[in-house]
């Protein structure tokens, strides 16, 4: 009788104990994936902020590049040239972006095939390769029909092209989170649909265009692959003066830096991955910021 | 909405007078009267313009890649192109075609290689982030992680790479014997955690999408966390977790900075990744900073390797999209 129940309880308690060590043991290994993530990412970190703080000196942003006198050199004419393609980038991506989403969103009737294409199309666009936009540039802008050389005005079109889908597509997830019963009220009140989408929806939803634009907009600043198609890369010792002047950004001052292995320019190198991180991270930490701090859950 | 609109439209009553009453008898309103209301279609126009300008941009990019790579196939054979093995573009004088060979294979081996090595990076510890995410973390602990997740996604391409040449390679030396400082091992495994975030957060979002009754119909049945995350919320979420793969092997297709910087330049075909090897997009970045005459071949050939990798990042991406449709119609 004893053994019986035994040689039943055995299995049993067996059985359990095999699935709690499965279950620690798969509990443990997704942790350790995560822990992979957060060592390499805070390894990063650490390099690069401890080989960057030491050339982080305002001659960084004071002077211009040199090939000659990297100790002293900076990078002010690609700091200056991040900030103008980053505003062109800006003034063409978000009202098209913007505009493109309000249509999709507001306007367009879903059923219909022509507005599922563009849909289809924009997803597309979204996860095609960054160089491609700039190949489309250099065939279009900087060549061929606009042929406008390699200036700071072919570089703000290609980050636009580039971040175009994404303003789109967190757009519009910012409007579809917006109630339907604001805009229901809205036109029963007798609002026309464009002062609807004007004064009740787009208001609403600028929380979320807000962190997905910003969000797009770090990713601009961090681009350098279509940039280097579209002539960036050229050595530029001015500020840019206007939307035709030759330019040059950090993110490609950064890969211009790499042939050159002497330890002062990898000193300046990591000076303005420091840089350009800072910029960055700021822009990320708004975004989550405005994220959490004005996204309302209806 | 619809029911609003019906109403205002019944309530118009477009002269039908059906629900005035009888004794009514004042000069009457015609409530469906309209004005014309030019500006609203004015901003409709600008609206549908903006929309239509995203299908401009895919009409421009085939357009831009087509006519400079038909010119190349005019001296170059498909097959020669597809099949060849030895790419010497950059060799010899820059305007003649027949001194070269431009076997597009040593490119996409690379590329192929590269891949690999990111995934096998990215799908073990995207995937392990995003069950964690979505099945075991409390609130207060997704709130820490997803921005490290966003962090690690915000930085630029041209800094991993970077670290890849100057910090990962030399560590990763002391384990593997590499012959030149650029090998495909370091740029692999960087650009892999370069994708983790995208292979987790779209996992996380195909998790999070499966009905919480399916969990609770498995612990009812006495199943545990482990048990029904793999065998219940897995298997229901495995279409939208693929599309997240798939969209992660299309980042590392094309992905350019981190190959330029850390792979070199040197088109060779090689399956041993302690070599360096230039990947497609690696060609592409290195002849548009370098000194490429327009109208030389080696300038028509960046636009066929170009529309080729275009080509196949589409091909992934409908993929992916007709993945993530399928599961989306599940539920």
Redesign the interface.
């Known amino acids: 009788m004893t053994t019986a129940t035994l040689t039943r309880a055995n299995p049993l308690t067996g059985g359990r104990r095999r699935?709690g060590i499965?279950?620690a043991v798969?509990?443990g290994?997704?942790?350790?994936?995560?822990a992979?993530?957060?060592v390499?990412?805070f390894f990063?970190l650490a390099?690069?902020v401890q080989k960057g703080v030491a050339r982080l000196d305002l001659n960084l942003i004071t002077k211009q590049p040199s090939k000659i006198r990297p100790e002293t050199a900076g990078v002010q004419s690609a700091l200056l040239g991040t900030l103008w393609v980053g505003g062109i980038t800006a003034l063409i991506a978000m009202?098209?972006?913007i505009?493109?989403a309000?249509?999709?969103e507001e306007?367009?009737n879903p059923a219909k095939w022509w507005n599922r294409?563009?849909e289809?199309?924009?997803?597309?666009?979204a996860?095609?390769?960054?160089?491609?936009?700039?190949?489309?540039t250099?065939?279009?802008i900087v060549?061929?029909p606009v042929s406008i050389g390699a200036v700071v005005m072919a570089g703000g079109v290609a980050l636009a092209?580039l971040i175009?889908?994404v303003i789109?597509i967190t757009t519009r997830e910012a409007l579809r989170s917006v109630p339907?019963e604001i805009?229901?009220g809205s036109?029963?009140l007798g609002a026309?649909?464009?002062q609807t989408t004007w004064r009740q929806v787009l208001p609403a939803a600028v929380p979320g265009i807000a962190t997905g634009s910003i969000?797009a907009m770090?990713?601009a600043?961090?681009?350098?692959?279509p940039l280097?198609?579209v002539g960036a890369?050229t050595f530029v010792t001015f500020n840019p003066d206007g939307v035709l002047s030759k330019y040059t950004t950090l993110?490609?001052q950064?890969?211009n830096l790499?042939p050159q292995d002497r330890q002062a320019f990898?000193d300046l190198?990591y000076a303005a991955?420091l840089l350009?991180?800072v910029v960055?991270?700021a822009m990320?930490a708004v975004a989550?910021w405005l994220r959490n701090r004005y996204q309302r859950r209806w | 909405m619809t029911t609003s609109r019906s109403t205002a439209e019944t309530a118009g009553g477009r002269s039908s007078g059906s629900g005035r009453p009888p004794a009514w008898r004042g000069s009457t309103i015609d409530l469906g009267q309209q004005h014309p209301r030019y500006g609203e279609r004015v901003i409709k126009v600008i609206l549908v313009g903006a929309a239509w300008l995203s299908v401009a941009v895919t009409i421009g990019i085939v357009v831009s890649l087509l006519a400079p790579t038909v010119t190349f196939f005019t001296h170059v054979g498909l097959g020669a192109f597809l099949f060849g093995t030895e790419w010497t573009g950059g060799f010899g004088n820059k305007f003649v075609w027949d001194d070269k060979s431009w076997g597009v294979l040593p490119l996409v081996v690379a590329t192929a290689i590269v891949t690999v090595i990111a995934l096998a990076v990215a799908v073990p510890l995207g995937l392990g982030a995003a069950i964690y995410l979505s099945e075991y973390a409390s609130e207060r602990v997704r709130k820490v992680l997803k921005p490290v997740l966003e962090v690690l996604a915000g930085i630029p391409t041209v800094v991993y790479g970077f670290l890849a040449l100057t910090i990962f390679t030399p560590i990763l030396a002391n384990l593997v014997q590499f012959n030149t400082i650029h090998n495909m091992l370091s740029p692999g495994i960087v650009m892999g955690f370069m994708i983790v975030p995208t292979v987790a957060s779209l996992g996380e979002d195909a998790m999070s999408a499966v009905p919480l009754a399916l969990r609770q119909g498995s612990y009812a049945l006495g199943a545990n966390r482990m048990k029904t995350t793999l065998r219940v919320v897995f298997p229901a979420a495995l279409s939208g977790i693929v599309a997240a793969i798939v969209l992660g092997i299309s980042r590392a297709v094309g992905e350019t900075m981190i190959v330029t910087i850390a792979a070199g330049s040197r088109a060779q075909l090689t399956f041993d990744p302690r070599e360096g090897a230039q990947t497609m997009t690696g060609f592409i970045a290195q002849i548009a900073s370098g000194d490429a005459p327009q109208g030389s071949p080696v300038y028509y050939s960046l636009f066929a390797v170009g529309a080729l990798l275009f080509a196949v990042t589409l091909l992934i991406n409908l993929a992916s999209i007709r993945l993530v449709r399928k599961y989306r119609q599940v539920y």
């Open positions: 699935d499965a279950s798969f509990a290994l997704l942790w350790l994936c995560l992979l993530i957060c390499f990412l990063m390099v690069i009202p098209l972006g505009a493109a309000v249509y999709l306007y367009a294409a563009i289809l199309n924009i997803q597309n666009l996860a095609v390769p960054a160089v491609i936009y700039g190949i489309l250099l065939g279009f060549r061929g092209l175009l889908p789109i339907r805009r229901d036109l029963a026309t649909q464009w969000l770090s990713r600043i961090g681009e350098a692959a280097i198609l890369t993110p490609v950064i890969y790499v990898r190198a991955i350009l991180i960055l991270l990320n989550i």
